[in-house]
């Protein structure tokens, strides 16, 4: 099938992306062999090295949070695939240190398999990594098991946790701690109009007609059992975040951090409306909304959607939020 997007070669399209990101911030990160996406300027070795990895195509997820304050590295697989075991022990093998290193893991089969495999193998060769499940995606059910939630974009403003408390010079069970805090209470949904085109063959990944919208679709095309008619951005708004709530059990007078991530084809226009109304609901609720992103942080090629997190957040999370970072998508001066 014929595409209408701005490639060269399909086989090529991993490489000559992280090329090009690399080559727009120099300053930032700097690209090594394997498709390792490190920080231009390391961190000192006595701090806790935080990693992940990830598929591209979800760009600028995950490389593009890659920098001081938040990732020390990502290890990047083909489009919407896992990077392998060899690829992943290779990025921890440049992090060996005796501070160690914090592995964030999306909860992805093929993510999931190598990550189990690379830690293996790296525990033989003595470095110190401990990992991280991030299966935030509520789609399944509230009370699915962990094993069958997805990881979704809350992984980002995890990042953004793991990564302060590290450049505080936390331990690695310190640092653990904290992002194992955040991630209790995160939730995600996603809610896609269209489906998106696999960028290597043309191929459509998810199929809804012209009058349908599914809630609960994945970030490769993955259903979530909630198809409907589409419906305005108020009511959308309202089931879904009504559902994270219930989620997260959110109470009165706790505050929380919104975030409105684009999946590719959805206008700011839209998913400031979204906003909008989440502000009002919270409020009704007696919840603060303390901060909130609208932007694409993590996309699936052209999906005309977006994907909702909500996080429970307390002072020091907050802080840990506005914490100074530099990052090519995520940079703040601090507080």
């Known amino acids: 099938m014929k595409m209408k997007k701005f490639i060269n070669a399909p086989e ?3 490489p000559e992306l992280l090329e090009g990101l690399a080559a727009a911030y120099p300053n930032k990160i700097k690209l090594e062999e394997g ?18 990895l990830g598929g591209a195509g979800h760009e600028p997820a995950l490389s593009g949070f890659v920098g001081y304050g938040m990732l020390d ?43 189990n495999m690379a830690m293996k193998m790296a525990e ?18 509230i009370n699915a098991p962990i094993n069958d939630r997805r990881g979704l974009a809350g992984c980002i403003p995890l990042f953004k946790v793991a990564g302060a408390a590290a450049e505080e010079g936390k331990s690695l069970d310190e640092v653990y701690a ?30 809804l007609a012209e009058d349908e919208m599914e809630i609960g679709m994945g970030q490769h095309g993955e259903g979530g059992g909630g198809r409907s008619k589409i419906m305005t951005a108020d009511e959308t708004a309202t089931e879904m975040f009504n559902k994270l709530a219930n989620a ?28 909008r109304k989440c502000a ?11 901060q909130g992103i609208i932007d694409e942080l993590l996309t699936v090629q052209e999906m005309a959607g ?16 506005n914490a100074k970072s530099d990052t090519p998508y995520w940079t703040s001066i601090g507080m």
Not at 35 to 52: L, N, S
């Open 73 to 115: 590295a990502s290890v990047v697989g083909d489009i919407f695939a896992a990077p392998n075991a060899v690829s992943l022990l290779a990025g921890l093998r440049k992090f060996k240190r005796d501070a160690g290193i914090l592995l964030v893991v999306l909860n992805h089969a093929g993510d999931v398999m190598s990550a």
């Open 35 to 52: 498709k390792i996406v490190v920080r231009a300027t390391p961190k000192a070795e006595d701090k806790v090295a935080i990693i992940t």
């Open 124 to 141: 033989r060769e003595g470095i110190k990594v401990k990992s991280i499940l991030v299966a935030e995606d509520i789609s399944a059910g």
């Open 178 to 207: 904290v992002a194992e805090k955040f991630n209790k209470r995160i939730a995600t949904l996603a809610v896609a109009m269209t489906g998106c085109t696999h960028p290597q063959n043309g191929n459509p990944i998810a199929e």
């Open 280 to 290: 009002q609901l919270a409020e009704e609720k007696g919840v603060k909304v303390v």
């Open 12 to 14: 090529n399209l991993t």
């Open 248 to 275: 997260v059990e959110l109470k009165a007078g706790e505050k929380v951090f919104l975030v409105i991530n684009g999946t590719g084809a959805c206008t700011p226009m839209e998913m400031s409306i979204v906003f």
């Open 306 to 321: 977006f994907q909702m997190i909500l996080c429970v957040v307390d002072d020091e999370q907050i802080k840990a939020l």
